[in-house]
């Protein structure tokens, strides 16, 4: 079994259990066992089979949750880290996209003076060498401090017109630089620019070198994004316009239904919840530009590898609990084969044990047996003697006839044999009370005074409480209804709870003995003493076998054991109450018809 059978109150429990059993197996049927029959040991294999298997189960349930919900965590947390890397790689590229334009426009700004940004020619040069680089560079112009596109090299005719009434100009005035939004402006074709500042001190004024980009590289830069067919990824500005396209929230520049998200320098999931659905929204704001990264994330991929996962462990369990079902069984069956052959041993030695307890309490008895048996015994020495004196007598005719005569009667020898025989006779009733306490017996029942009974009992006692002048009151209900029961078990247990008392009072102390009737079909004993009295912390270990207040040297612990299974075993009930320093009071109860337990 487990280590959890080392638990405290596991322990205590199955103890009781053991004590029980041997409660039960000191009682004795024609030398059958009466502890376990055939449906007692199946209730047994039944009781130990669940009490192995859910000893097992229990861990391998809990280790199997925590292992699904560990998994499930670790799976959700890796997806989210996953997604989180992608979003951090995307973010990174844009950033340096914009980066690396900015770099671009502002070497230019610095290489090249007033004359040379305006000369149409070379501005062509700077353009072509430009557009080598950056392929997705639409156009390239400068704009005096008016707003108007004094130099320009593009596909469009921009040159002369007034961007002093854009939204980007004042913002590239005060910050140095500007990454736009995505918008269509005169051309009407969806594009951004990035626009810098090169500050002019000695004339005081500025020009404003500019380039617009077209939009198909940043859905170049998204694509890194792991998307499945239920997935989105798009860039917003902090309007709610869409930068790039979407699969399912609009297309370019159309308005997102959603509010755009709080800001965030770092990549931000959140779990949430639309038409009944979860999905992860996942979004971080682009650094030097209005742009807000999207990822809507509605695919079953986390969940279809926690199902793929969940049914391994499904399996596992599964096939654990098989395991544990066959190991089970099996253990319990040979725990109960192991249990039957120790019980039939146990049987056999608690009847050695029964057996060796009554030849004990036969020994605390000589000393009163060999009292009781020396009076007749006297007096069969006295009157034999005086018939041999007349035999002798006879043998001189002559000298004693007239004392023959007067003294050597008929009647007189007949009343010398007579008293031999009677002495005999009580000879014999106390050797078969003796052979009675001694001999293996089944029970046998017979209808029996309780009250004679006791006194028989108080017999074999009597030398010994007489040495010690314990006094024995007696209260003796004279109307007490015979009962059917076996004399000589109850003889055992009332002579053993009578020596206990004799053991527990002090010399000069009163041990008194009541029968009485309380209700019909039962009758009591009632055994008091003066004594010591027992602890409360013992009163309930006190029927349980090898437990002895008197001592290792003074008791075995058997025989409140023994005589409890006893009455038990004829239809009745064994109590006690005590009281430290007070004394002890032990209660037979007895049916008047013996209902013996099988």
């Not at 610095?110 to 062509?124: A, C, P, V």
């Not at 050597?408 to 006779?425: C, M, P, Q, W, Y």
């Amino acid at each position: 079994m487990n280590d959890d059978i080392k638990d405290t109150e596991t322990f205590r429990e199955k103890l009781k259990n053991i004590i029980v059993c041997i409660k039960s197996f000191c009682i004795f049927n024609s030398g059958e066992p009466t502890a376990f029959n055939k449906y007692r040991y199946r209730q047994l294999q039944v009781k130990l089979f669940l009490f192995i298997a859910v000893l097992s189960l229990i861990p391998l349930i809990l280790v199997s949750t925590s292992s699904y919900f560990w998994l499930q965590n670790t799976l959700s947390e890796d997806f989210n880290n996953q997604l989180r890397s992608q979003l951090e790689g995307v973010k990174n590229s844009l950033e340096f996209f914009l980066d690396v334009k900015l770099s671009a426009l502002r070497f230019i700004a610095s290489s090249y003076n007033q004359d040379e940004l305006l000369n149409h020619e070379k501005m062509k040069d700077i353009y072509t060498n430009l557009k080598k680089e950056f392929e997705d560079i639409i156009d390239f112009g400068v704009i005096n401090s008016n707003g108007i596109m004094e130099s320009y090299v593009g596909p469009y005719n921009l040159a002369g017109t007034d961007f002093s009434k854009q939204f980007w100009f004042n913002n590239v005035i005060v910050n140095g630089f500007y990454v736009s939004s995505i918008y269509s402006g005169y051309r009407n074709v969806p594009h951004f620019i990035i626009v810098v500042r090169k500050d002019l001190p000695e004339k005081g004024t500025f020009l404003i070198i500019r380039a617009a980009v077209n939009v198909k590289t940043l859905n170049s830069i998204l694509s890194p994004i792991t998307l499945k067919q239920e997935d989105d990824a798009f860039l917003i500005d902090y309007n709610g316009i869409i930068q790039t396209p979407s699969r399912f929230h609009g297309k370019l520049l159309d308005e997102y239904k959603m509010q755009p998200p709080p800001r965030q320098n770092l990549v931000t999931l959140e779990s949430r919840k639309e038409d009944g659905e979860r999905y992860i929204h996942g979004y971080v704001y682009i650094k030097n530009a209005p742009w807000i990264l999207n990822a809507i994330i509605k695919s079953l991929e986390k969940r279809s590898l926690a199902t793929i996962s969940s049914g391994e462990i499904l399996l596992i369990i599964f096939g654990s609990v098989f395991v544990v079902f066959i190991v089970s069984i099996r253990m319990s069956q040979i725990l109960i084969n192991r249990i039957k052959k120790s019980d039939r041993l146990r049987e056999e030695a608690l009847k050695e044990i029964e057996h060796t307890n009554k030849l004990a309490s036969i020994g605390r008895l000589a000393a009163g047996v060999a009292h009781e048996i020396n009076n007749p015994l006297s007096i069969i020495s006295q009157k034999a003697g005086l018939m041999k004196d007349f035999i002798d007598m006879s043998s001189d005719m002559e000298t004693n006839k007239e004392l023959i005569e007067n003294l050597f009667t008929k009647d007189k020898f007949i009343e010398l044999t007579n008293g031999i025989t009677s002495a005999v006779d009580r000879c014999r009733t106390i050797t078969h009370r003796l052979l009675g306490f001694a001999r293996r017996m089944s029970v046998s029942i017979e209808e029996l005074n309780i009250n004679e009974l006791v006194k028989e009992v108080l017999i074999f006692t009597e030398k010994e409480i007489s040495r010690r002048n314990v006094q024995i009151e007696l209260d003796f209900y004279e109307k007490l209804p015979k009962i059917k029961s076996d004399k000589g078990l109850l003889q055992q247990v009332i002579l053993n709870i009578i020596t206990n008392a004799a053991d527990a009072v002090d010399d000069n102390g009163l041990i008194m003995i009541k029968t009485y009737k309380e209700e019909a079909g039962s009758i009591w004993i009632a055994i008091k003493d003066d004594g010591h009295g027992i602890p409360k912390s013992q009163i309930k270990h006190i029927f349980e076998p090898f437990f002895t207040t008197k001592g290792k040297d003074k008791g075995t612990g058997l025989g409140l054991s023994i005589s409890y299974g006893i009455i038990k075993k004829l239809g009745g009930t064994l109590s006690v109450q005590s009281e430290v320093n007070k004394g002890t009071t032990f209660y037979i109860n007895l049916p008047v018809e013996a209902n013996i337990e099988i």
